[in-house]
């Protein structure tokens, strides 16, 4: 199934003018996407302190030259924990996604392609997933298996991969209509081929899309599992948890829940931005 | 342009095509039976090695679908099509691959018929591995060839589809085809959406690939002029059924059968002193659910007389390998002298 694809004339200036083509939110998008992965890998080196360092006599201090973001009840440095939340919250963006879109990548191509009972029998699976709101969903799942990381990534994979096989399924099912599809039945193609090679990279940026958009919204999700102690179990710095731990402190300490809030809707925009610049990039040139 | 007189390479023996349509709630309940849309109601012709045969009608006659079954894209719902004496229906592994090999199809709109996120290179690539055509290190040079052929610039093969115009495309599309050495090239409205100066560049290109590769092809076009000037015979389709097939001098210039000539004579004449305001097919086309019993033409045929509402005309022999199916066996013979209706209901 390999076909080489030797592509002898990118010049180095034509690679260059392809560059500054590139939609400005998708540059904007990896930027912010490349710093937090560099937070994320290197905490300790941009961390003032230990994120599980107690520190007795800076109690729910406010933002200062010694705490740049202020420090919780137990007088841990907010700034440190948020750093060193990166690498968790990333990983959640990561692992409660991709198996959801692999999985639903796949179903959805073979359903969209197959139509008939099997796409009708798809449909009431969908039906079936979204007649639940997906938090409530998560949280039954979740609270079957017990708490904890790894049970929250499978019960998102679990309901997750329905979205991504129903935007395939629906895209699937328009080009396979299309002569290109033709070309290759008469071609003597085998269906899989037809699937993966011509149909799946002419349907799979709503799914691309709408993958960078879930990453941010798994991390909201991570957060509210945690604040509500089903997800990432302290001590671990986890921007959820973070919140959850200021809430009795709010009208008084505001800076332990406001700050890993703020670095939440920061990673969800990066995530946002290069979905739109992806999906920019990937339309189809007519 | 001589006709080739060897063996025969593709043929349909009454083939017949019907599209189901979905059952209404109501349909249901009075137990009336499903209704089908009628593509193709026993279409019969056999295609010798190196011929080109067009085929005519207008749209919904049944000719894109009749191309589609051909190529294997549609399974007949009736009769069957025979390629090198064996029905395709029941091809299997080797023999179903070496037939989709052997006979290709060429689409007709540009624009869809490429898939916008290969380069030429890849389209042709895959061709040529997926059937073996080369060795793998003989596949760039080939492509070289394929673009040479169908004259394309070879900086071509690294570009995307929406670089091309409509016209390279349909080039592109061609060489596709080519890539696999096929024997049958069914081309399906090929130019009917390029413009007028480069659907002759297209069509030409056509006719010098086939004289070159010994090509038998199915010319599917409601273009007139152009099926005369490529075709050696022609097939006049309407409603899901070959009317008149023959040579294509002999088709046009004495059609015997009367939607024949009311096709030629609806042709819009460049010449203004042979401009004609008579009608000679009146009505819309019938509806393909409710075929019209006998003559499929009766409801819009000046000619039609009793029989023609009774009777399905059989496709009867009127010169060499010249077949019509009317009733009227004299129908055209001397074309000045065509007698009025009432007579020739009688004889």
């Given at each position: 199934?390999t076909v080489a694809a030797p592509t002898a004339t990118t010049t180095p200036r034509r690679r260059r003018a392809r560059?500054?083509?590139?939609?400005?939110?998708?540059?904007?998008?990896?930027?912010?996407?490349?710093?937090?992965?560099?937070?994320?890998?290197?905490?300790?080196?941009?961390?003032?302190?230990?994120?599980?360092?107690?520190?007795?006599?800076?109690?729910?201090?406010?933002?200062?030259?010694?705490?740049?973001?202020?420090?919780?009840?137990?007088?841990?440095?907010?700034?440190?924990?948020?750093?060193?939340?990166?690498?968790?919250?990333?990983?959640?963006?990561?692992?409660?996604?991709?198996?959801?879109?692999?999985?639903?990548?796949?179903?959805?191509?073979?359903?969209?392609?197959?139509?008939?009972?099997?796409?009708?029998?798809?449909?009431?699976?969908?039906?079936?997933?979204?007649?639940?709101?997906?938090?409530?969903?998560?949280?039954?799942?979740?609270?079957?298996?017990?708490?904890?990381?790894?049970?929250?990534?499978?019960?998102?994979?679990?309901?997750?991969?329905?979205?991504?096989?129903?935007?395939?399924?629906?895209?699937?099912?328009?080009?396979?209509?299309?002569?290109?599809?033709?070309?290759?039945?008469?071609?003597?193609?085998?269906?899989?081929?037809?699937?993966?090679?011509?149909?799946?990279?002419?349907?799979?940026?709503?799914?691309?899309?709408?993958?960078?958009?879930?990453?941010?919204?798994?991390?909201?999700?991570?957060?509210?599992?945690?604040?509500?102690?089903?997800?990432?179990?302290?001590?671990?710095?986890?921007?959820?948890?973070?919140?959850?731990?200021?809430?009795?402190?709010?009208?008084?300490?505001?800076?332990?829940?406001?700050?890993?809030?703020?670095?939440?809707?920061?990673?969800?925009?990066?995530?946002?931005?290069?979905?739109?610049?992806?999906?920019?990039?990937?339309?189809?040139?007519? | 342009?001589?006709?080739?007189?060897?063996?025969?390479?593709?043929?349909?023996?009454?083939?017949?095509?019907?599209?189901?349509?979905?059952?209404?709630?109501?349909?249901?309940?009075?137990?009336?039976?499903?209704?089908?849309?009628?593509?193709?109601?026993?279409?019969?012709?056999?295609?010798?090695?190196?011929?080109?045969?067009?085929?005519v009608g207008e749209s919904g006659c049944g000719k894109s679908t009749l191309a589609r079954v051909l190529v294997g894209?549609?399974?007949?719902?009736?009769?069957?099509?025979?390629?090198?004496?064996?029905?395709?229906?029941?091809?299997?592994?080797?023999?179903?691959?070496?037939?989709?090999?052997?006979?290709?199809?060429?689409?007709?709109?540009?624009?869809?018929?490429?898939?916008?996120?290969?380069?030429?290179?890849?389209?042709?690539?895959?061709?040529?591995?997926?059937?073996?055509?080369?060795?793998?290190?003989?596949?760039?040079?080939?492509?070289?060839?394929?673009?040479?052929?169908?004259?394309?610039?070879?900086?071509?093969?690294?570009?995307?589809?929406?670089?091309?115009?409509?016209?390279?495309?349909?080039?592109?599309?061609?060489?596709?085809?080519?890539?696999?050495?096929?024997?049958?090239?069914?081309?399906?409205?090929?130019?009917?959406?390029?413009?007028?100066?480069?659907?002759?560049?297209?069509?030409?290109?056509?006719?010098?690939?086939?004289?070159?590769?010994?090509?038998?092809?199915?010319?599917?076009?409601?273009?007139?002029?152009?099926?005369?000037?490529?075709?050696?015979?022609?097939?006049?389709?309407?409603?899901?059924?070959?009317?008149?097939?023959?040579?294509?001098?002999?088709?046009?210039?004495?059609?015997?059968?009367?939607?024949?000539?009311?096709?030629?004579?609806?042709?819009?004449?460049?010449?203004?002193?042979?401009?004609?305001?008579?009608?000679?097919?009146?009505?819309?086309?019938?509806?393909?659910?409710?075929?019209?019993?006998?003559?499929?033409?009766?409801?819009?045929?000046?000619?039609?007389?009793?029989?023609?509402?009774?009777?399905?005309?059989?496709?009867?022999?009127?010169?060499?390998?010249?077949?019509?199916?009317?009733?009227?066996?004299?129908?055209?013979?001397?074309?000045?002298?065509?007698?009025?209706?009432?007579?020739?209901?009688?004889?």
């Open positions: 199934m560059l500054l083509r590139l939609p400005s939110t998708l540059i904007a998008g990896a930027i912010i996407l490349l710093v937090s992965l560099l937070l994320a890998l290197f905490p300790q080196l941009i961390a003032p302190y230990d994120p599980t360092a107690f520190d007795y006599n800076a109690l729910l201090a406010p933002p200062s030259a010694a705490h740049l973001l202020g420090s919780d009840s137990f007088g841990r440095d907010v700034l440190s924990r948020v750093i060193h939340a990166y690498g968790l919250d990333l990983q959640i963006a990561v692992f409660a996604t991709v198996p959801a879109f692999t999985v639903g990548v796949i179903v959805g191509a073979l359903v969209g392609y197959a139509g008939g009972w099997v796409e009708a029998v798809f449909g009431r699976v969908v039906d079936a997933v979204i007649t639940f709101p997906f938090l409530v969903l998560v949280i039954a799942i979740v609270a079957v298996l017990g708490p904890g990381l790894t049970n929250m990534y499978i019960a998102v994979g679990v309901v997750g991969w329905v979205f991504y096989a129903r935007l395939v399924a629906a895209e699937v099912k328009v080009q396979k209509r299309l002569d290109y599809a033709d070309a290759g039945r008469v071609m003597g193609y085998r269906p899989l081929r037809i699937i993966f090679r011509h149909l799946l990279p002419n349907s799979i940026t709503p799914a691309i899309v709408y993958w960078m958009t879930d990453m941010a919204l798994a991390i909201l999700l991570g957060s509210s599992l945690g604040y509500l102690g089903l997800g990432a179990q302290p001590p671990a710095s986890e921007w959820g948890v973070q919140i959850a731990d200021g809430k009795n402190f709010m009208n008084t300490a505001w800076w332990i829940s406001v700050f890993p809030g703020v670095a939440i809707v920061i990673t969800g925009l990066g995530f946002s931005l290069l979905g739109d610049g992806l999906a920019e990039l990937l339309r189809t040139r007519k | 342009m001589m006709i080739p007189m060897n063996d025969t390479v593709i043929s349909a023996e009454e083939v017949s095509k019907q599209f189901t349509l979905p059952q209404t709630m109501s349909r249901r309940l009075r137990g009336a039976p499903q209704l089908a849309v009628n593509a193709l109601n026993g279409v019969n012709f056999t295609l010798k090695r190196g011929e080109t045969l067009g085929i894209l549609l399974d007949c719902t009736e009769g069957k099509v025979m390629f090198e004496g064996n029905d395709i229906a029941y091809l299997r592994g080797n023999a179903r691959r070496s037939y989709n090999r052997r006979v290709q199809m060429i689409f007709q709109d540009p624009y869809s018929s490429l898939n916008p996120r290969m380069t030429v290179r890849q389209v042709l690539t895959e061709a040529l591995h997926v059937h073996r055509m080369r060795p793998r290190a003989e596949i760039p040079g080939r492509i070289a060839e394929l673009l040479d052929l169908v004259r394309l610039p070879d900086d071509a093969a690294d570009r995307y589809p929406h670089e091309f115009s409509g016209g390279q495309r349909q080039r592109i599309g061609i060489a596709r085809a080519l890539a696999v050495e096929p024997d049958v090239l069914v081309a399906d409205e090929l130019v009917s959406a390029l413009d007028v100066s480069v659907q002759a560049q297209v069509v030409n290109l056509l006719l010098q690939l086939q004289e070159k590769l010994h090509l038998t092809v199915v010319f599917v076009a409601h273009d007139l002029r152009l099926v005369r000037h490529i075709s050696h015979r022609v097939a006049v389709m309407y409603l899901g059924s070959i009317l008149e097939i023959g040579p294509t001098e002999a088709l046009f210039s004495t059609p015997r059968q009367p939607y024949t000539r009311a096709l030629l004579d609806a042709a819009p004449e460049l010449d203004p002193t042979h401009r004609t305001t008579s009608v000679a097919a009146r009505g819309e086309l019938p509806s393909p659910i409710n075929l019209p019993v006998g003559c499929p033409f009766n409801t819009r045929c000046p000619f039609a007389f009793d029989r023609c509402f009774v009777e399905r005309p059989l496709l009867t022999e009127r010169g060499p390998m010249h077949r019509a199916a009317c009733h009227l066996t004299d129908f055209g013979l001397a074309p000045a002298a065509v007698p009025p209706m009432q007579t020739e209901a009688v004889s």
